[in-house]
Each structure stands twice: as C-alpha cells, then as structure tokens.
C-alpha cells in the first residue's frame, strides 16, 4: 500500500477504472465513455501511452519515438477509425514508400502501396506469385481486419478468410522459399514474418503476421502520427475527456484495494502485473494459468540525432519510413532464431525508421531522428550497438558520420520503462501458434476473467501486439455485457 492520496479526489464517483493508459486502455475507456459510463484510466508512469510515447531523448529540438514508430494497424484500426482523433490533433503522414529492404549491390525490395508496383520488381515467377498471393486479398482487406482484430464472432466473409487462413498456414521460412524464386521476394517476406518475434521455422503465428503487416501496408499505408507516437496518446486522451473520461498519471496502483469500489477493473497490463495487483481476488487455478504466460526474446534499442539523412546506398532507401536491415531470408532466419536460443547475433536482423523523412517537425531544420532495435535474448543488458551500426553501415556507408547523438535501451531499460515489456518483450508476449489463441489463458472469452467484475485488455489478449487499441474495444465490449 502506497501513501499517495486517493485516486478518486478528481473524478467523483467513477463507474469503471482502467488501469495503464496504452492505446489499449485508452481506447477501453473511450468506449466505456460512449456507452455512458463515468471512467477513470490510472496510469503508473508521469506521461501517459504505455508504449506510445515521444521524448527528447538525445538532444533538445530531436523528438524520438521511445517504443512504436510506425502506425499500419493505427489506421487500419476497425475501432481507432471510428473516433474523429484529427479533430483532437492526429495528422497521419505517409512516407514516399512504406517499407524498403536492401542488398549488398546496392539494390532493394520495396513494399509499395500497389501490389502490382511490388511484384513487378521481381523475377517473373515470383512477380506472379506475388501477385496471386496479395491481390485476390486486396478487395477484402478490411473485412480481413475486422475479422482478426474484431470481436470474436463468425466472419462476414468466411471465403477471404479462409483465402487468407491458408496462406498463412506454413512457416515464414517455407512460403518464402515455396512460392519466390526471386531472392528479394523472400527477404521481403522474412523481414515482415521477423515482426513476430519468433524463429520464422515456426508454421501459422510467422507467415499470419508478416502477410497481415504486408497487406495493411498495401491497403493502408504505414504512416507515421506527426510530431510523435505520444500524438496518437494526446489526440485519444482528449476524445476520451470530451466523453466525460479522466486520466491520472504518475499513480501506480499496488493492490486493488487502493481503489475506490466500482463496477468493473479493466487492466491493459501484463497477465502477471494483474494477479499481483488484484490478488486473492482472482481464483488460485486462475492465476497459475496465469502464472504460465510466456514472454519472449526482447529489444536493444538506439535512437539518433543525426545531421544528415542516412546515406543509404538504395534510393528506395533515401524515401521509405521504415527500412529492413537484414540481407538474406538464410539471414535473417538465423538471426531470429539466435535471440532465441540465447544468443547475441553477430549480424543481427535491424528494423529502423526514419519518421522525419516525411515528417520535418520531428527534428530542427535540415538535421532528422532514426531509430534502430534488433531482437536479443530476454533480459539482456548487453550492448548491441556497434552490431547495429555494422549492419546499418553495411548497406550505408559513413552512417557513422552523420550521428551527433545517440541514446540506447536495453531489455532491463524497457521493462523500466514500461512494466509491461517483460525481459524486454516489447510485444506483450509470445504470439506462437499456441499462445497466439490462448491469450492470456485458454479461454472463449479471453477478456474476461473469473471475477465477475475484472477484465484485462492489453496486448497480451487477442489481437496482441500493436497500436490499434482492439483489446481495449474488445475488452470494453465485455463490461458492457456483464
């Protein structure tokens, strides 16, 4: 029990507390709010957003995003665009190209809004296959999107998910080498299935995730919020204080007994923060299934000031807001499959992004922010920098010379951070096939738990990882039922 005085003195009488204040428990609140309901969103941290969130963090005028950069599933979103967030300050900007992947000859893929600008960049068997992969699944993308990031219920179009289910079946590694025989088409699809965080020798979870990213960014783009991930956080905290909704940071909450009695606790935390929060509360089988949720490899982490844009050798490169550092499918299988066992690889797959490509407010005039992690074994407090810069030297050369600053994080830095990101994991969680439908305990309804009056919504429920705020919608929708 802390000596903080009551969390309740700025809202009277609340009828639901949502504890955290990511994009999850926000949007848990906001959907509480419209139904009526008097809410509360207690955060532990001073500035709110969980993993959504901007600081200064090298030097003053260089706004970094700390954690998530990138938005594909911000406006693909079946709940966030709902809400009219621009009205609260939200811009959208999308780079000239959503993602690019160099080689060593100087030459990349690129993912492109069109799905036919990216297939014809391959060899002609691959060029085809590309396209009958993507575009028989371009006309149901958000029919697609609700179904797997929607409430739990039998899809509008069963053929398209279906069409979808069975792409996504094998492993990562086995589609890339089953339908390309172009080797940037494979590495294309490796480096999106990496997203997962899992060894992409892993059949369902690796191939879902990495052609869902890929679709999204056909469809929707991946953009950038404008000034900052912590806009989206901004713009969600003012629709939910329009409805009638507070917010009060800097209060960790220990035990549930800190808090006033209300109808429901809805907890964008990880599974073992809410047994420990509400105790006995919850049913002993209950919390030692609980007790059994895997997290997996973490992230190191640099953020740079830089006075010059990346000298990439690709020109695709130069334009994209997110770019793929990891050569080969061969590459970054290994690479992946390191963080797992426990090693540190030598050549680490890296993903970057270069928000202030398209976004100019994020640093003062002619100088740019970039911001790189790679996966690395959880818990691990070792210093991955000059592996990263290795590998972004690689296809860059004299990066180096452009740094004027640079701030690290590693998996110990992140759980601090952010409670939630366990040993580092900054995807709330392992999303193999197996823990993929069982988040956060087998389960039909997986919000709920067996209190009656205790819900959890973070990215530790389905649909997992991911700006999007569906496990808060979904987690909401189940108060409302109770």
Known sequence: MNNLKPLWTKVSDPDVIIIGSGPNGLAAAIRLAQAGRKVLVIEGHDVPGGGTRTAELTEPGFHHDVCSAIHPMGMASPFLKTLPLEKFGLEWIHPGIPLAHPFDDGSCASLFRSVEETAAQF?????????????????????????????TKFPDNPLAVAGFGMRALPAALDAARLWFDDEKARALLAGNAAHSVIPLDRPLATNAIGLMLMLTGHAYGWPVAKGGSQRITAAMIACLESLGGRIETGRPVVSLDELPSVSSYT?????????????????????????????????????????????????????????????????????EREAWEGIHSERPFVLTAQQSVCDPSRAPAGK?????????????????????????????????????????????????????????????????????LTRPVISARPHRTPAPDIFICSAATPPGAGVHGMGGYRAAEEVLKA
């Not at 509400?278 to 000031?305: E, M, T, V």
């Not at 690290?408 to 995807?427: A, L, Q, W």
């Open 368 to 436: 740019h922010t970039f911001w790189a992690y790679c996966h690395v074994p959880s818990g691990s407090t070792v210093d991955m920098t000059d592996s990263i810069e290795r590998q972004i030297e690689r296809f860059a050369p004299g990066f180096r010379d452009c740094v004027i600053a640079r701030h690290t994080m590693n998996c110990d830095d992140f759980e601090r951070y952010n409670p939630n990101f366990i040993g580092g994991d900054i995807v709330g969680g392992v999303a193999d096939w197996g823990q993929l």
């Open 123 to 151: 060899s002609s068997g691959s060029e085809a296959a590309y396209r009958k992969v993507f575009e028989p699944l371009m006309p149901h993308a958000d029919s697609l999107l609700e179904a797997f990031m929607g409430p």
């Open 267 to 335: 907890f964008d935390t990880s599974p073992s923060a809410m047994s420990s929060i509400a105790g006995d509360r919850l049913p002993d089988r209950y919390r030692k299934s609980l007790a059994k949720y895997r997290h997996g490899p973490g992230i190191f982490k640099i953020d740079y000031a830089l006075s010059e844009p990346v000298p990439w050798l690709a020109e695709d490169c130069r334009k994209a807001g997110t770019v793929h550092l990891g050569g080969t499918l061969d590459e970054i299988v290994v690479s």
